[in-house]
Each structure stands twice: as C-alpha cells, then as structure tokens.
C-alpha cells in the first residue's frame, strides 16, 4: 500500500479529532461513543451528495448571463456555503432529532459540531489527495503538515463554528415555540452568510483584507459559540427531548 495514502487518512482526519476532543469536553453528560461515530461517519457521507449538489449548481451558474462578482457571489454564498450547512442540519434533522440520547439542549450544538468535523474530515482527506509525483519525501511531508495546520485553524475551525451557530439556534427554537422558525431562519442565516464571507474573502479579495475578513468572522463565530455553550448550560433539561421530538415532527 501506497504510504502516502496512510499519510493522507491520518493528517485528514487529525484536525477533526482535536477539535472533537475539545467540544466533547463540553458536555458535562458525554454522548455515547457510539452514537458520537455514527454522526461523524454520517458527516462524513454527505460530503459525497454536496459534492455532487455543488457541481450541478456550478454547471447552472456557468449559463447565467451575469457580471462575473455575482457569479462569484452566488457560487460562494449558495452553492458552497448554503448547501454544505443545509446539509449538515439534515443529518441531526433525520439521525439525532428523535433519538433517545438526545435530552439536553446543549446538544444541538455538540452533534451539529460533530456532523460539521466529520464532513470536514472527508474534505480534508480531499484536500491532502492532490498529485504529488514528483515530490520527495520530505517534500510532501511538508506539504501536508502545512495543509493539515492550514485547515485546523481555517476550514476545519469555520465548519464547527457555523454549525455550532446553528445548533444553537435550533435549541432557543425548541424553547420560544412562537419565534422558533424565526430563530432557526436567523441561525441559517448568520452561519451562512459568515460562512460564505470567510470563503469569498479569502478566494477572491487581495491585500490584508484577505487576512483580515476571516480572522474576524472567526472570532465572529466563535464568540457566538461560547455565548451559545454558556446559555444553554443553564437551560433545564426536564421533557426537552418531548418538545424537540414535537417540533421535529413539524
């Protein structure tokens, strides 16, 4: 077996298991580890149907007769950015939802998160299998030691924010029943919209901006996560899985 695939399982995967290892640590009552797999594997598998979603609304933008910006725009913020967090939520929507472990509100965001890091895992995975004949050794080490950390601090980081984001909106929609669709349209939105600004800036903007946008929406994020940990740390859990199971059904 080729090394370099070993190499490239490894290093795709390790920055979704450090960042798993510390959202898990949030939980004050830890998620099975069984089910903690089953949503990473399924993270994972839907990066397969969003990638094929993401190539046929590319082919449609190709024959739209639009300056080239709004191309841009709409390729980052919702053939990228929309479809991968829509995505995402439907894997909790279909597979957590209505399962028994799910009795704490804090854990929209954990399993959301966990969805996000397996999807960012294949990805990275993706990322790493570009051709490297050529290369020596040391070369391609390098390269995917660079990659690798590029992606823990970036990619990887921005995946969990934003579905985290959105798990936490999820959980204030199971408890304000009323507003509920208009917290979740506002979770959708903001991790979206930071999701497809982060991209946009750092594929298509020169100078400092490109550093600067993206450095900030995480910060943006990962503020909103913190908030949203802490909050929901101090709502009740009693007949919580009773109200998401009902609003699930809707």
Known sequence: MDFRFLLFIFFGILPSLVWLTYYLSKDAHPESKRMVTKIFLWGALITIPVFFVQIALSEILTRINLPA???SLLYWFIVISFTEEIFKYFVV?????NHHEFDEPIDTMIYMIIVAL???ALENI????????GLSLNDILNRTLIITFIRFIGATFLHTLCSGVIGYFLALSFYDVKNGPRYKLCGFL????????????IMTIDGSMKIIIPVLILIMLAFTVVMGFERLKKIKSICVNLKIKAQATK
């Open 118 to 120: 397996g999807f960012a």
């Open 126 to 133: 993706l990322y790493l299998f570009t051709p490297t004949d």
């Open 69 to 71: 910006i709004y191309i």
């Open 190 to 201: 903001f991790a979206v919209i930071l999701h497809g600004l982060y991209d946009f800036s």
């Open 93 to 97: 929507k279909w597979k957590v939802l």
